[in-house]
C-alpha cells in the first residue's frame, strides 16, 4: 500500500492568507515549509488511486504529484473520493473535480452525504457539471476499494457544532482504516478528532452496537502499521493565547498534542509502528522545523508531515 501527503495543514494552510501569527511570518519568511490543506491519495498498486477528502488546493495537489497525472485521452488515475467529514476544507476541491467526464465516485457515511446535499449544497451543485455515484459507507463495515486494498471508517465521537443544522449523529466525522490483503499492512487516516479517552468527549447517544465510540476507536488505531493523525494545535489554547480566537482547540472538535490528556502522552500506550501528525493549523510551530515542539516531537519517535511525504505499509 502506497500513501501520498497531498496537503498536510489545516483548513487555510500554511501560512494562512489572514494570519500574520508567529508562526505565519516565518513560514513566509523562508523558515518553515508552506503547506497545503489536509488531503491524501492512497493506493495498492501505483496505478488506481484513492483521495481521501478533496480540499480547496486539490488542482494544485494533483499537478504536483506525477502519480494522479491524466493520460492522454484524459483517464486519470484517480478511482474515488472518500471523505471523513463534511467540512469545507475536506469538500469543497470536490467542485473542481467537475470536468470529470465519467462522472466522479465518492464514498461517504449517510450523514455526511445529507450535509452536502441539504446543508452545505455542495453535492448538488457538483451534480449540475457531472455525474456523482455516492456508495454509503457505514462505520464498522468493510469495504474494497480495489486491488486488495479495503477500508473500513470508524466512528470518532465529537461535540463540535454541526454548522449546517442538526442531523445524524453517527458518521459525522470518521476515520479510516486501510488494509492491504497481500500484504496485511495497515493505515489508519485519522485528520480531525477530538479525545482520545472516553472522558475527553460526550458519548452521548450511545453508538449502534453498544459501547463506547472513544474505545471502538482506539481499537481500530490499536497496533496498525502507520498512523496519521489530527496534529491542528499543539496547546489546547494556542488560539485563545494568541488572540486569534474564543475557543480552545478541543472546543473545535481537535485534540491538542501537548499535555497529559493530549496525543503525545496517549498514543505511546496504543502499539502503533510509526505516527505522524498531519492537519497542523498555521499556528502550531511544529510547523518549524527548529521549534522546541518540534524537536519534543520527533525525540518521542513520531513525525511531522509535509505535502508530498510518501509512505509505504
Given amino acids: 500500500m502506497l500513501l501520498r501527503v497531498l496537503g498536510s495543514a489545516a483548513g487555510g494552510g500554511s501560512p494562512q492568507w489572514n494570519c500574520g501569527c508567529p508562526v505565519c511570518a516565518a513560514v513566509r519568511s523562508g523558515a518553515g515549509l508552506p503547506r497545503t490543506q489536509s488531503s491524501v491519495a492512497v493506493s495498492a498498486d501505483g496505478h488506481r ?38 467540512e469545507l476544507d475536506h469538500t469543497l476541491g470536490l467542485l473542481l473535480l467537475r470536468e470529470a467526464r465519467a462522472g466522479l465516485l465518492l464514498y461517504a457515511t449517510p450523514a455526511v452525504h445529507k450535509t452536502l446535499c441539504d ?28 486491488d486488495g486494498l479495503s477500508c473500513r471508517a470508524f466512528d470518532v465521537p465529537t461535540t463540535k457544532r454541526a454548522r449546517f443544522g442538526a442531523g445524524m449523529d453517527h458518521g459525522r466525522v470518521v476515520g479510516y482504516r486501510l488494509t492491504d490483503e497481500r500484504s496485511g499492512g495497515t493505515l ?73 490528556e493530549g496525543s503525545l502522552a496517549q498514543l505511546r500506550s496504543l502499539g502503533v509502528g510509526r505516527t505522524i501528525f498531519v492537519h497542523m493549523n498555521n499556528t502550531n510551530p511544529i510547523l518549524l522545523e527548529d521549534a522546541p515542539e518540534r524537536r519534543i516531537v520527533e525525540d518521542s519517535g513520531m513525525e511531522v508531515a509535509m505535502d508530498g511525504l510518501e509512505v509505504q505499509v
Avoid at 447517544?205 to 493523525?229: F, H, N, Q, Y
Wanted: with cysteine.
Fill in 119 to 146: 446543508g452545505s449544497g455542495i453535492l448538488r451543485t457538483l451534480e449540475r457539471y457531472c455525474p456523482v455515484e455516492w456508495r454509503a459507507v457505514m462505520p464498522g463495515a468493510d469495504v474494497a476499494l480495489a
Fill in 49 to 86: 488511486w484513492f483521495l481521501i477528502n478533496a480540499s480547496p488546493d486539490v488542482r494544485t495537489q494533483i499537478e504536483a504529484f506525477r502519480g494522479l497525472h491524466p493520460h492522454d485521452d484524459r483517464t486519470t488515475p484517480l478511482e474515488a473520493v472518500l471523505l471523513t467529514d463534511a
Fill in 188 to 260: 489508519v487516516y485519522l485528520p480531525g478528532v477530538q479525545a482520545l479517552t472516553p472522558q475527553g468527549v460526550s458519548e452521548k447517544p450511545t453508538p449502534p452496537g453498544g459501547g463506547s465510540s472513544v474505545e471502538k476507536m482506539r481499537a481500530e488505531i490499536e497496533g496498525c502499521d502507520c498512523l496519521l493523525i489530527d496534529g491542528t494545535c499543539w496547546r489546547d489554547d494556542e488560539l485563545i493565547r494568541l488572540g486569534l480566537a474564543g475557543k480552545t482547540s478541543r472546543e473545535m472538535g481537535h485534540l491538542p498534542i501537548d499535555g497529559p
